[in-house]
């Protein structure tokens, strides 16, 4: 699948004490199937707008087995930290045996950015959201000049681009947001929805809003549709985590109910969807101690390839820990786990371009 920066609408853990102890075995190591040939699934290295790219061939050590299974070209983001591991954020790509070779790296956004910063899904800018006055920012990723878009309202929901020239922010206030669209020159603003009442979805050209049992999807033209995907009773959808290339499928990520709702104890069920008849095929836990209400193992990120299978970017702590812990997870058309592979070393928190 083409890259796209998509993004996850996380719940609030409200009221999440302490869990009670829960052993889940770790992940397998990086596994090997014969079903998976390479294609090329993140833009190449063309250069551009967005600033020059220096190549820093710096392959992260391989993955245990990795080698065995030919990868498609994965791009991963890691953000910027800070403190004692003060370290820029990174642009990575994999090799087809698994490893990780850096890409560029930069600080946009450095210490000003108000929550998180987002890459494009090439890699090659940036966007986040700034304070005193609010507005959207636009970079390199590397940094350099940026581009300023007004906001009015509040900043609660993330920029996410909807392409590599387009970004996508709301407006006004809380839980009544006004979608906007606007290029990386900050033109062409324009009205994508208004009155909604969670952040947008955004990936591949397509956008999202989930309900509790519903999701709403449609593009920048504004034209919705409301789809509900045949899932069980018991269920509850706390995000929304790609599209397919053509539109035709999406993959969610639900719950059981639990008191307080708490991300910490929940049994997450991950599902692909078929967006016009609603069918829903189950993705299998990559652990099977994950089929417990043990909160792990929510989808956050998925890249559809040709052929249908799926890489996901899989939780493998606990829902809303602070420092997240990823593995990419390749899945069959009908959900059965191809094969996994780990992400760059280095810092907790970062997301598939």
């Known amino acids: 699948m083409s890259a796209a920066a998509l993004v996850l609408l996380p719940v609030a853990a409200a009221g999440c004490g302490a869990p009670a102890p829960t052993t889940a075995a770790n992940p397998p190591a990086d596994t090997a199937t014969t079903e998976a040939a390479a294609v090329s699934v993140a833009a190449t290295d063309q250069g551009g707008a967005g600033g020059s790219a220096t190549a820093h061939p710096r392959p992260s050590a391989p993955s245990g087995g990795a080698s065995q299974l030919s990868w ?61 006055p609010h507005r959207l920012t636009i970079s390199a990723f590397e940094g350099g000049s940026a581009v300023s878009v007004p906001i009015a309202g509040t900043l609660s929901c993330t920029p996410r681009w909807i392409d ?8 006004g206030s809380e839980r009544d947001w006004t979608v906007v669209g606007v290029r990386v020159d900050g033109k062409g603003r324009h009205v994508i929805a208004t009155h909604q009442r969670s952040c947008p979805v955004v990936a591949n050209g397509m956008i999202g809003f989930v309900e509790d049992r519903s999701l709403r999807l449609g593009d920048s033209s504004g034209a919705f549709r409301t789809v509900q995907p045949r899932i069980p009773g018991d269920l509850k959808i706390h995000s929304l985590a790609g599209f397919s290339l053509d539109g035709r499928h999406v993959v969610v990520s639900t719950h059981v109910p639990s008191p307080g709702e708490c991300g910490c104890t929940w049994r997450i069920r991950n599902y692909r969807v078929d967006v016009a008849t609603g069918a829903a095929t189950e993705l299998t836990p990559l652990d099977p101690a994950w089929t417990k209400a043990t909160g ?28 997240p812990a990823y593995r990419l997870v390749r899945y069959a058309v009908d959900g059965r786990v191809l094969g996994s592979l780990k992400v760059p070393a280095g810092t907790p928190r970062g997301y598939l371009l």
């Open 72 to 132: 498609p070209q994965l791009t991963w983001h890691s953000a910027q930290a800070y403190g004692t591991d003060d370290a820029p954020a990174r642009i990575w790509r994999s090799t087809p045996d698994g490893r990780w070779e850096l890409v560029r790296e930069g600080r946009p956004g450095d210490r000003v950015a108000a929550g998180e910063v987002v890459a494009s899904p090439d890699g090659r800018r940036a966007a986040w959201r700034s304070t005193n």
């Open 164 to 171: 590599n020239l387009t970004v996508v922010y709301t407006e």
């Open 296 to 323: 792990h193992g929510a989808i956050k990120q998925v890249r559809f390839l040709p052929g249908g299978t799926l890489v996901a970017q899989v939780d493998t702590g606990t829902y809303g820990d602070d420092a």
